[in-house]
Structure formats: structure tokens, C-alpha cells
């Protein structure tokens, strides 16, 4: 039998798609061996669902999806809806979560293979021209088993369906995204975690890199991580503002330079998030400086 010719403009894609009934958000992870992922599968929509489409992704899935399940649709339900008036249906794939939690799954019986999807609670995972079912096996596995936040729960499953074999083809992009009532910048809009890695040789590996990043912009500081700009503290400071040639290399340092450089250190970072009361800092920003 003559063995199928993939076509280069195939979404070749693992993902997952979930929900967390605590904080009520919602959101997709997903890798594919395909030029910016991240602007064709994940969609979503706080309080109404998220939406995972690819093999050959039809993106009105992602449109249309949210908007039935706005109209009262379940994720069962809008999958029907979705595929019953689409000629292409078979080649199709594509993973719901409604904004109740309820998750499914669809695959076309034309997909390339490895494909296929599993459900379980709060989750869909699904994948193409996988190496292996292990993939979504492992991802499904592994968002059951992890606690924390969604985002976390998300990419550490993603990496677990990677490590399991991914896609046959290779790696190349990522992305997360989270959505929550209010949860965007400013709490303009409900995009929580909106992060793409477009052309990467580890693209999983980098949407972990800057997802840890993002927390330390744009997450709450820790009251625990709160202290004075004192003692060992003081002296790990200005040995770090001097590297990075925010105050001058001398013997002494008046705390007034040292606070000025360090409030200019934090502004230039875009650290505003985390500035705190003059002579105090978050000591997840030191850190930060020690590694930069």
C-alpha cells in the first residue's frame, strides 16, 4: 500500500485543552511541528469554553465553537454541531471544554496517523501524526496527577505528551493560552496567559522559559518574599546593580544611591508589578538579577 503524502499546510499537532473549577479559568496548550501554532488552534473565551482545532484545521471551529457554547451549547453538543455540516469533517480534529468543565473529543477517521483524543475530568487531549497514542495517554495522565495552577497543569502535560514521543514530524512551535474573567493586563480583557513560541528547536522547552518569565512580570509578589533592603540583602544588591552597571563599582554606596539605581533597575525591566515601598524589594526580583 502506498503510504499517504503529508501535506505542508497540515496543523501536525498534539494539544490540550482545560479547565480549573476553582479560579474558573480555561485554556489550551498545544505544540506542532508548524510555523506559529499559537495563531491557529487555541481559542477561548472566559465563562464559555475553550477550543482546540487542528489536523486540518477548519478555524471557524474556533468562532463558532465559543459562540454556541455562549447560546447554552455543551462541548459534546458544539462538536456535533461543528462537524455535522462540514463536508471535511473526516479530516478534521478537534478538542472542546465547556465552561462547565465538560470535556470532548473529535477525530476524523481520515486524520494521519497516530490520531486520536482522550477525555477525562476537566480535559481534552488529542493529537495527529503522533509517533504513538502514548502521546495523549501520557498528557491526559499527567494534568490528572499535576496540582497547581491551570497554565502549570497544562504545560507540564504538554511536555509529558513530547516525552512520550509528539509529533512524528519534529518540533517547531507553542503556545499557552489562559483565559479568566478579568484576568488580562490592567483587567482590560480575560486573556490571563496569551504566549506563543513561533519557530523554535525546543519549542515546549521555551514556552516553559517564558511562562516562568511571565509569572515574574505580571504575578502578585509573595508576602513572605518581602524584605528589608538590609545586611546580606543590601550587600547582594549592590554587587548585582554594580554588575549589571547600575551604580558605579566604589567601597560605599549611600542608600539612597542604592535605592535610586535599584528603582531605575526595575523600571528599565518593566518590574513596575513588583516595586515595592522604598528600602524593602521581592526577593523573586533579586533572584531574577542574580541570574541575568
Not at 484545521?57 to 455540516?85: F, H, P, Q, R, V
Not at 496517523?113 to 502514548?134: F, M, P, R, S
Not at 525591566?269 to 522604598?278: G, H, K, L, V
Amino acid at each position: 500500500m502506498t503510504k499517504r503524502k503529508i501535506p505542508n499546510d497540515l496543523i501536525a499537532t498534539f494539544s490540550i485543552v482545560g479547565y480549573d473549577p476553582e479560579t474558573k479559568e480555561l485554556g489550551i496548550a498545544v505544540q506542532s511541528k508548524f510555523l506559529g501554532v499559537g495563531a491557529v488552534v487555541p481559542w477561548a473565551k472566559a465563562g464559555v469554553g475553550a477550543v482546540a482545532t487542528q489536523s486540518y484545521a477548519n478555524i471557524s471551529y474556533g468562532e463558532n465553537g465559543l459562540k454556541l457554547m455562549a447560546e447554552g451549547k455543551s462541548a459534546e453538543e458544539t462538536i456535533k454541531i461543528l462537524t455535522e455540516d462540514d463536508e471535511e469533517r473526516e479530516l478534521r480534529q478537534v478538542g472542546i471544554v465547556d465552561g462547565n468543565g465538560n470535556p470532548a473529543t473529535f477525530t476524523g477517521k481520515d486524520c494521519y496517523d497516530w490520531a486520536g483524543g482522550v477525555t477525562g475530568k476537566h480535559y481534552a487531549a488529542q493529537g495527529n501524526i503522533l509517533v504513538g497514542k502514548e502521546t495523549v495517554e501520557n498528557m491526559g495522565k499527567t494534568f490528572e496527577e499535576t496540582e497547581g495552577p491551570l497554565s502549570e497543569r497544562l504545560l507540564k502535560a504538554l511536555d509529558a505528551g513530547q516525552e512520550a514521543g509528539g509529533d512524528s514530524r519534529g518540533k517547531q512551535s507553542a503556545a499557552l493560552l489562559i483565559v479568566k474573567e478579568k484576568g488580562g493586563y490592567g483587567g482590560y480583557n480575560d486573556r490571563a496567559v496569551d504566549l506563543r513560541v513561533d519557530d523554535h528547536p525546543e519549542p515546549i522547552k521555551e514556552l516553559i522559559r517564558i511562562y516562568h518569565l511571565h509569572q515574574l512580570y505580571f504575578s502578585e509578589t509573595k508576602e513572605e518574599n518581602v524584605v528589608k533592603i538590609e545586611g546580606d540583602i543590601k550587600a547582594e544588591l549592590i554587587q548585582q546593580l554594580e554588575r549589571l552597571e547600575y551604580l558605579e563599582h566604589k567601597e560605599s554606596h549611600t542608600d539612597d544611591a542604592v535605592f535610586d539605581a535599584f528603582r531605575s533597575f526595575l523600571h528599565t525591566e518593566n518590574f513596575e508589578e513588583r516595586e515595592q515601598e522604598r528600602g524593602k524589594l521581592d526577593l523573586a526580583v533579586l533572584e531574577y538579577m542574580k541570574q541575568k
